[in-house]
């Protein structure tokens, strides 16, 4: 009897598809992003598919049309609508970016070692329901609310305002204040990549802390301002409950023209087609922000 | 008032807590030297830079540049600039832009400004290299783009932290060289702080010798190899044989001491030299010794038998015992005459010139 010595037993053979790291990798995800694609693909298309047809009463006419669109872009309430919705929205984005820069700037560079507190404690708000966080800011703005009453108390104002609710206002503030997390948490993550010894280097060539700032700072945190923005933007140009509970008349946007076309006006292909249209919309000026940014930024010297 | 410092340092204490990063250094920086703070890591010598830079605050002490007292005056006001360990070059602007940074803020005239940095660039071999973009460029290049940044500002002093450290030692001779060269040709005074004692050796006008926050010895670069003042310094900065001695006079300058195998020996007082007790430390390079060959002879010899020998390309190194003596001597040997060819057991014959020998205050 012979013995092998020092050769392995063969390992048995892989399936085909698993052999290479790589494609391991994506035999390891395809489960959730299958799931995921066909969650997100999906219903896209069917709005897709249903802004081209036509509800004739009960039933969907199928055969292809623009008309849903012509509509969409022509009709005054939802140009209106989807203009103000854009606006809103990168107002909330631009003033929550502006008011997160600084929280997160703070934490980068003052925080110390209470770095991962503060992140924590910056989270809390976003451990209640989103819609707890509206009703409540009903609450601070409302007529007897807790602004009015501190401004009465103080003697600033004479009688209850009612222009802090039901509003654009009270939309704009009760967004920011929502979205400001999710604002905060990126430009961090930009504010801790920079090098130290680059803004030190600013202030050895003669720049002062303003100027370090404007020349050092911001342009190599343009990255984490422009994530900001689109995970800002984006969601709140659709937002539907916000407006409608703080909103009032003036706070509609163009996610209430949608749900009435899919509700009560049993209009669906008019409904998708207005989705549809906002979303390339909100892509035009998502990435025409992103490219205005990128070039002003690569203008500071 | 050409005999002004052009940097003084007095006193100057930095603590962390309860630790003591510099402890109560002085020194005096002559205009036009090029200046060395060698130590290992910790000394404090990267701290002293800073602080010389602005970029970090004595907690007690003064630091003078010119004859302006700089308490107070931040890093952008002071008249120096920085060539920074990971070199810090801007990476969203190109060569050209991080050369300019600081020209901007002076609001020069465009030609005037161009000339400047087409110089800058020049002095440091980038001529051509203006638009490439910081990511673009190698650890060599880098660290020039970071010394033209510096030297287009026309600083009284250049601050070089380490900036040879990161790139291989092929590059990092020549870069010696050009650094040496450069500073020649601009004037400017330069204070590089550095851990490598070879560097500081090829570089330096003089040499700052600090261990654990505290300066040890100032001296030219042959000074402070030949005379270190302690064994501490001698080590650092190189082999050196100790031998123990008993003192048997001394006079104002000089002390004789008794030695094991080199005998009675006169030699120079060392700097610190507390003159308590009778026992001190005598040092020798091991380049100091010499193998004798054949029928050779000097006037001062020793014999021994060799123990152990370490290969190194151009040199050997012998390691000698010699009857009398409680160490064995290391010999370092070129191996033009056929060091390499001595074997371990080989009786052999060493001379030595007696100022050769150094006395050293621990």
Known sequence: MTVAIGRRPATPARPGLLRTEQRQGLALMSPTFLFALVMLAAPILVVIAHSFWTQTYLTIDRTFTLDNYRIALTEPIYRDLLMRSLILSMSVAFLTVLLAYPVAYYISFHGG????????????????????????????????????????????????????????????????????VFAILPIYVS??????????????????????????????????????????????????????????????????????????????????????????????????????????????? | MPDRPMIEIASVTRTYGKFNALDDASLSIRPGEFFSLLGPSGCG??????????????????????????????????????????????????????????????????????????????????????????????????????????????????????????????????????LRTLQKAVGITFVLVTHDQYEALAMSDRIAVMFGGRIAQVAAPKDIYQRPVNRQVADFLGGMNFIQAALVGENGTAIEVETMGFGRVTTPKPAQWSGKGGAVTIGIRPERLRVLWDQETARHELSGTVVDRHYFGEITHLVVAIPGMDAPLSVTETNDFGADDIPVGAQIRIAYEPDALVAMAD
């Open chain 1, 113 to 180: 070692r209470y770095k991962s507190l503060l992140l924590f404690l910056i989270t809390i708000p976003a451990w209640t329901s989103y819609l707890l966080r509206v009703m409540s800011w009903k609450v601070i703005l409302g007529y007897n609310g807790v602004l009015n009453t501190a401004l009465l108390g103080t003697g600033i104002i004479d009688e209850p305002s009612t222009a802090f609710l039901y509003n654009t206002n009270a939309v704009l503030i009760t967004l920011t204040h929502a979205w400001a």
């Open chain 2, 45 to 178: 010598k990267t701290t002293l830079l800073r602080m010389i830079g602005g970029f970090d605050t004595p907690t007690s002490g003064t630091i003078t540049i010119d004859g302006q007292p700089m308490l107070g005056i931040p890093a952008n006001r002071r008249p120096t600039n920085m060539v920074f360990q990971s070199y810090a070059i801007f990476p969203h602007l190109d060569v050209e832009q991080n050369v300019a940074y600081g020209l901007k803020r002076l609001r020069l005239d465009p030609a005037e400004e161009r000339r400047r940095i087409d110089e800058a660039l020049a002095q440091v071999s980038l001529a051509g290299f203006g638009k490439r973009r910081a990511t673009e460029l190698s650890g060599g290049q880098r660290q020039r783009v970071a010394l033209a940044r510096a030297l287009v500002m026309r600083p009284k002093v250049l601050l070089l932290d380490e900036p040879l450290s990161a790139l291989d030692k092929k590059l990092r001779e020549q870069m010696q060289v050009e």
């Open chain 1, 191 to 301: 504010l801790e990549k920079v090098d130290r010894t680059l803004i030190e280097a600013a202030s050895d060539l003669g720049d002062g802390p303003i100027r370090r700032f404007l020349r050092v700072t911001l342009p190599l945190t343009v990255p984490g301002i422009i994530a900001a923005l689109i995970i800002v933007m984006i969601p709140t140009v659709g937002d539907y409950v916000t407006p409608r509970l703080v909103g009032g008349k003036d706070g509609v946007m163009i996610a209430s023209a949608i749900e009435v076309q899919f509700k009560r006006g049993a209009n669906w292909p008019l409904g998708a087609a207005l989705s549809v249209t906002t979303m390339i919309v909100i892509t035009v000026v998502a990435v025409s922000c992103v490219g205005l940014l990128r070039w002003a930024a690569g203008r500071i010297r």
